[in-house]
T-cell receptor, first 109, second 115 residues
Framework: GQSLEQPSEVTAVEGAIVQINCTYQTSGFYGLSWYQQHDGGAPTFLSYNALDGLEETGRFSSFLSRSDSYGYLLLQELQMKDSASYFCAVNQAGTALIFGKGTTLSVSS | ETGVTQTPRHLVMGMTNKKSLKCEQHLGHNAMYWYKQSAKKPLELMFVYSLEERVENNSVPSRFSPECPNSSHLFLHLHTLQPEDSALYLC??????????????FGPGTRLTVL
């Protein structure tokens, strides 16, 4: 079957670095996406990895290892505004995105 | 207007009511989606339209009925809903046609409460 696992909660302080992991089980895997959702807001696309390795976009980076069915989102120089839920989502053949349950990140001063 | 818009933002309805949710995208995308988001649960895909054709229906109860009259508009018609249908309903669009839209742009959602 299909499944995604990510931690339910992560806490960190301003200026720190945090890594949110995502492991998946699926068939016909194309790639892994990450979305951010602030409380009461809409999910916002952050990144997409189709190939192994690290993709960097400003303070956020995303990593994928296809052989390990594993990826992570790395957030650097954390700011209070980064407090949100972060979802990994698998892009696979024949069906639309499958989302994980989300990780709630709380950043404190 | 830009992006993906949804109306209404909040809706309270009784179990015998009929209502419709509206989604409009101004991005020139060819694929549109309806999702349900309940507390503490992952986003659940309901329907996918690609080039105005329904390409996926994830075993959604018939009390939810989608309509895509053109590539910019998507509706979700609701009738005889149950209290457990109370949730945030999100619309999304993608520049990637077909079901595997990896980069999706979401609207703000409609918060639905069924009494």
């Amino acid at each position: 079957g299909q499944s995604l696992e990510q931690p339910s909660e992560v806490t960190a302080v301003e200026g720190a670095i945090v890594q949110i992991n995502c492991t998946y089980q699926t068939s016909g895997f194309y790639g892994l996406s990450w979305y951010q959702q602030h409380d009461g807001g809409a999910p916002t696309f952050l990144s997409y990895n189709a190939l192994d390795g690290l993709e960097e976009t400003g303070r956020f980076s995303s990593f994928l290892s296809r052989s390990d069915s594993y990826g992570y989102l790395l957030l650097q120089e954390l700011q209070m505004k980064d407090s949100a839920s972060y979802f990994c989502a698998v892009n696979q053949a024949g069906t639309a995105l499958i989302f994980g349950k989300g990780t709630t990140l709380s950043v404190s001063s | 207007e830009t992006g993906v818009t949804q109306t209404p933002r909040h809706l309270v309805m009784g179990m015998t009511n009929k209502k419709s949710l509206k989604c409009e995208q101004h991005l020139g995308h060819n694929a549109m989606y309806w999702y349900k988001q309940s507390a503490k649960k992952p986003l659940e895909l309901m329907f996918v339209y690609s080039l105005e054709e329904r390409v996926e229906n994830n075993s959604v109860p018939s009390r939810f009925s989608p309509e895509c009259p053109n590539s910019s508009h998507l509706f979700l018609h609701l009738h005889t809903l149950q209290p457990e249908d109370s949730a945030l309903y999100l619309c999304a669009s993608s520049p990637h046609t077909g079901t595997s839209g990896r980069e999706q742009f979401f609207g703000p959602g409609t918060r639905l409460t069924v009494l």
